[in-house]
């Protein structure tokens, strides 16, 4: 398995030219960028918005997502989708 971008330690943020908002034309979550935009699922949407709302590590965004869902164990689908949102050139650390 590679190494993760990520760790607990890691502030992530958007990369440079991305905007994180609400759609209402398309209900949904977006990531805007100068040559369009990505529509986001319901858990990269919520994933996003606390990234672009807290400065605070990956740690601290676990919890709190946690929190908001009822306690679930969300670390190992949190950390697959900040490398691939890396990868896709949306995060930055």
């Not at 400065?55 to 950390?79: N, P, R």
């Amino acid at each position: 398995m590679s190494e993760r971008v990520f760790n607990d330690d890691t502030v992530p943020r958007l990369a440079q030219g991305y905007r994180f908002q609400w759609e209402p034309a398309q209900n949904c979550n977006v990531l805007l960028y100068p040559e369009g935009m990505v529509k986001l699922n319901g858990g990269a949407g919520e994933i996003l918005k606390i990234i672009s709302e807290k400065q605070q590590t990956v740690a601290e965004h676990i919890v709190e997502l946690s929190a908001a869902f009822d306690g679930a164990d969300l670390a190992k689908d949190v950390y697959l989708f900040l490398d691939e949102a890396y990868n896709n050139d949306w995060l930055r650390k």
